[in-house]
Antibody, heavy 123, light 107 residues
Framework: QLQLQESGPGLVKPSETLSLTCAVS??????????WGWIRQPPGRGLEWIGS???????YYNPSLKSRVTISVDTSKNQFSLKLSSVTVADTAIYYC???????????????WGQGTLVTVSS | SSELTQPPSVSVSPGQTASITCSGD??????ACWYQQKPGQSPILLIY???KRPSGIPERFSGSNSGSTATLTISGTQPMDEADYFC??????????FGTGTTVTVL
């Protein structure tokens, strides 16, 4: 059973870069067919997918965030990371890391989730 | 980009059946997933590829998808099923899109 755990600053200033890491345990991040993604949820609101990446480097990003998002995978540490640049108060949300098998039409849902971490954008 | 619309709320009596809809353009031509989220917790995958349940998900949760509407059905609803529910689908332009969410109240 995969376990995911987010870590990173809980407070980021406007115009700066939000950086989060997700540690994976109970399995290898280098597993074929697995993708590693980020999803966010503003307090009291719905879910928004940010992007996903496989250990081979295949990546997919939400078109509305693509210009500001970078996701990377570190196989040596069995973890993956999110960077979101030029943040504003609208980026305040609970950020979840999650995993899914396959991508596109064969997608099998985000089956494993981290507990989530609240990131507040404020000066 | 694609949008997935859900009713904001659904009420159901214990033991009865709750149906939650998710509407989107040609949704029946895509696979739908469903998630349950309780307050302060991470979402849990209930259904993937329209009607498949991950291991550990009770049989009272079932899914269907046709035309422009995907439906999550909770049979024999229990008080523990009170939660928010989100649908999700993959779209070639928008990738992974979530629905607007439905709060299920068990009265």
């Amino acid at each position: 059973q995969l376990q995911l755990q987010e870590s990173g600053p809980g407070l980021v200033k406007p115009s700066e870069t939000l950086s989060l890491t997700c540690a994976v345990s109970g399995g290898s991040i280098s597993t074929n067919s697995y993708f590693w993604g980020w999803i966010r949820q503003p307090p009291g609101r719905g879910l928004e997918w940010i992007g996903s990446m496989s250990y081979t480097g295949s990546s997919y990003y939400n078109p509305s965030l693509k210009s500001r998002v970078t996701i990377s995978v570190d196989t040596s540490k069995n973890q993956f990371s999110l960077k979101l640049s030029s943040v504003t108060v609208a980026d305040t949300a609970i950020y979840y890391c999650a995993s899914h098998r396959y991508s596109g039409y064969d997608f099998q849902g985000f089956a494993s989730w981290g507990q989530g971490t609240l990131v507040t954008v404020s000066s | 980009s694609s949008e997935l619309t859900q009713p904001p709320s659904v009420s159901v009596s214990p033991g009865q059946t709750a149906s939650i809809t998710c509407s989107g353009d040609k949704l029946g031509n895509k696979y739908a997933c469903w998630y349950q989220q309780k307050p302060g917790q991470s979402p849990i995958l209930l259904i993937y590829q329209d009607d498949k349940r991950p291991s550990g998900i009770p049989e009272r949760f079932s899914g269907s998808n046709s035309g422009s509407t995907a439906t999550l059905t909770i049979s024999g609803t229990q008080p523990m099923d009170e939660a928010d529910y989100f649908c999700q689908a993959w779209d070639s332009s928008s990738n992974y899109v979530f629905g607007t969410g439905t709060t299920v109240t068990v009265l």
